[in-house]
């Protein structure tokens, strides 16, 4: 089992930044990749970003391609959301997720074994 635990949520006016944080634990020598999804009320689960855990390549949504940037530190076991220029249609619950079998950084969130609880993002206008 992983055990994922996000932190960094909050309230922001539109053009602000939040950094979002994802700590795991337990079987961590597991995960392959790591990603960020994030739910609207009335709206359907959807990717953010991801990043393999070896190598560190990163995958991005176009809708947050060039504001938001996912980093990781293996040593720490820890993922990182930095998202910036943010607007009032990325206010969602966000939610971090680890992959102990593919590895490709998959935008589909069937590919991701474990989830966190999620962080309340809301971004005012």
């Known amino acids: 089992q992983v055990h994922l635990v996000e932190s960094g949520g909050g309230l922001v006016q539109a053009g602000g930044s939040l950094r979002l944080a994802c700590a795991a634990a337990?079987?961590?020598?597991?995960?392959?990749?790591m990603g960020w999804f994030r739910q609207a009320p009335g709206k359907e689960r959807e990717f953010v970003a991801a990043?393999?855990?070896?190598?560190?390549?990163?995958y991005y949504a176009d809708s947050v391609k060039d504001r938001f940037t996912i980093s990781r530190d293996n040593a720490k076991n820890m993922v990182y959301l930095q998202m910036s220029s943010l607007k009032p249609e990325d206010s969602a619950v966000y939610y971090c997720a680890a992959d102990r079998d593919y590895g490709l950084g998959s935008e589909v969130a069937g590919e991701y074994d474990y989830w966190g609880q999620g962080t309340q993002v809301t971004v005012s206008s």
């Open positions: 337990g079987r961590t020598w597991s995960i392959l990749a």
């Open positions: 990043v393999r855990w070896s190598g560190g390549n990163t």
